[in-house]
C-alpha cells in the first residue's frame, strides 16, 4: 500500500468521525494532524467555523543533551521522542484552553488510531486539566 491509498483511508476514515463530531463554543472539538516530524492540534469552535487555539511541536524548544566524543565533550540539540512531544503539545494546548476558560473538548483524533503520539497529546491534554 502506498502512501497516497494511506492517506485516503485517513480522509475517508477522518470524513465518517467528523459526520459524527461538532464543536461548539463551550465544548470545542481538539483536532489532532500528525504530520511524519511534527504533531499539531487546534481547538476549533465548528459553529463559527473559528480556531480558538493551536498549539505544535514546533515552538517547543529542544532539549539539549551533553555527549562525550573521546576527549572533546560535545552539546548537541536533541528532542525527545515523537510520544514525549506530543505529551508536550497536550499539556500546552491544555494551558491554552485553561486561559480561555474552557475545561471540556470533543477529542477528533482525525483518522489516525489511538496509538503513541495521539495518544499521548491526549494524555497530555487530560494531565493539564480538559474533560473528554
Known amino acids: 500500500m502506498n502512501v497516497k491509498e494511506k492517506q485516503k483511508k485517513r480522509h475517508r476514515r477522518h470524513k465518517r468521525v467528523r459526520g459524527k463530531i461538532f464543536g461548539t463554543n463551550k465544548r470545542p472539538r481538539l483536532c489532532v494532524f500528525r504530520s511524519s516530524k511534527h504533531i499539531y492540534a487546534q481547538l476549533i469552535n465548528d459553529e ?4 480558538l487555539a493551536s498549539a505544535s511541536d514546533l515552538k517547543l524548544k529542544p532539549m539539549k543533551k ?6 572533546k565533550k560535545k552539546e548537541e540539540k536533541v ?7 506530543g505529551f508536550e503539545v497536550g499539556k500546552l494546548i491544555a494551558q491554552k484552553a485553561k486561559d480561555l476558560k474552557i475545561k ?4 477528533d483524533k482525525g483518522g489516525y488510531k489511538y ?16 474533560k473528554f
Open 48 to 51: 463559527k467555523g473559528k480556531t
Open 79 to 85: 528532542f525527545s521522542n515523537k510520544s514525549a512531544l
Open 66 to 71: 551533553k555527549k562525550q566524543a573521546g576527549k
Open 115 to 130: 496509538h503513541g503520539r495521539v495518544k499521548a497529546l491526549a494524555e497530555g491534554a487530560r494531565l493539564g486539566g480538559l
Open 104 to 107: 471540556s473538548i470533543v477529542f
